[in-house]
């Protein structure tokens, strides 16, 4: 018991410092259940990062960010991968994400964000990477005539028995996949 509430008792009518402690068990009560209310909304809205088709993740932006933006972003440990004469690659293979440069872009630009497990990731519109189906995808992109390609964004999936499921998000320019020949 704190001091200042003992000599409060002490020196206040006895009933009043009922009262006072009645109504602040129902306060204590309605705050604590406010919060817990705010703090699973918070983790809920939290437990995916969102990607934006043509724009990027966490921060990285298609056509703008640098390979330097992203080792200040996710750290200078990452894989690196030459793919042929064309592309640079940085993995973050711990965290299911890569990004892609042009080999001749001196400026090291980003043109491609790919998520992959372990991300966990939800488009603007819906599609939660390792959870959406193919079917899903279709419903709220719509059916496009170049597989599951979208404007500033494509989707690749996995067959699990009946089930396909996406298994991989890439973020591009809106204007499609940058040519790095």
């Known amino acids: 018991m704190a001091l200042g509430m003992h000599s ?3 020196r206040g009518n006895s009933k009043l410092n009922g009262m006072l402690v009645t109504r602040s068990k129902p ?42 933006d992203v080792i200040k972003k996710f750290g200078p440990v990452y894989r690196w991968e030459v793919n042929k004469k064309w592309s640079y690659q940085m993995t973050y293979d711990w965290l299911g994400l890569s990004f892609y440069m042009c080999q001749r872009d001196k400026d090291e630009v980003i043109f491609l964000i790919e998520t992959k497990a372990p991300f966990k990731g939800k488009t603007s519109k819906g599609v ?11 419903k709220l992109y719509g059916k496009s005539k170049d597989g599951l390609e979208y404007p500033g964004i494509n989707f690749y999936y996995n067959k699990y028995g009946n089930r396909k499921i996406i ?7 809106k204007n499609g996949i940058r040519q790095c020949g």
């Open 128 to 138: 939660i990477l390792g959870q959406s189906t193919l079917e899903d995808t279709e």
């Open 27 to 68: 306060l204590i009560l309605t705050l604590s259940i406010g919060l817990s209310v705010l703090i699973a909304a918070a983790q809920s809205s939290a437990r995916y990062a969102p990607i934006t088709d043509g724009l990027g993740i966490n921060g990285i932006v298609v056509g703008k960010s640098t390979s330097k």
């Open 167 to 173: 298994s991989e998000i890439d973020i591009l320019e």
């Open 8 to 10: 409060i008792r002490k």
